[in-house]
């Protein structure tokens, strides 16, 4: 397996999600099987609650997750069928780590971020 990872910071606009499926396309014209996985930093689960005007229309995946409408974009330049979990976002992270630490599955530790620069 190989990836190929496009990285823009929180700037949004700058034709990432479009360069993402054409290079895709392209991957794909060369015989290679192809998904795309969108990650934002956002404490935001998805973006069905997120301001169109600041971050732009919402498009529904195939399983009903509100998504980026990037993903639009890949599903219709690649010809393939994403869901929820094409779409990574910090939100998303936290929720799953309080739930898992709200059952105990963590035995007693404290849970924390610790951000870092390697």
Not at 46 to 51: I, L, R, V, Y
Not at 110 to 117: A, E, L, N
């Amino acid at each position: 397996m190989k990836y190929v990872v496009v990285s823009g910071g929180v700037v949004s606009g700058l034709g990432k999600g479009v360069t993402i499926s054409s290079v895709g396309r392209m991957l794909q014209g060369c015989g290679l099987r192809v998904t795309s996985i969108k990650i934002d930093p956002y404490l935001n689960v998805d973006a069905g609650t997120m301001s169109p005007f600041e971050h732009g229309e919402v498009f529904v995946l195939s399983d009903g997750a509100e998504s980026d409408l990037d993903l639009g974009n890949y599903e219709r330049f690649l010809s393939i069928k994403l869901t929820a979990d094409h779409n990574i976002t910090t939100g998303k992270i936290y929720r799953k780590v309080i739930s898992k630490e709200r059952k105990g599955d963590y035995l007693g530790k404290t849970v924390q971020v610790v951000p870092h620069i390697t």
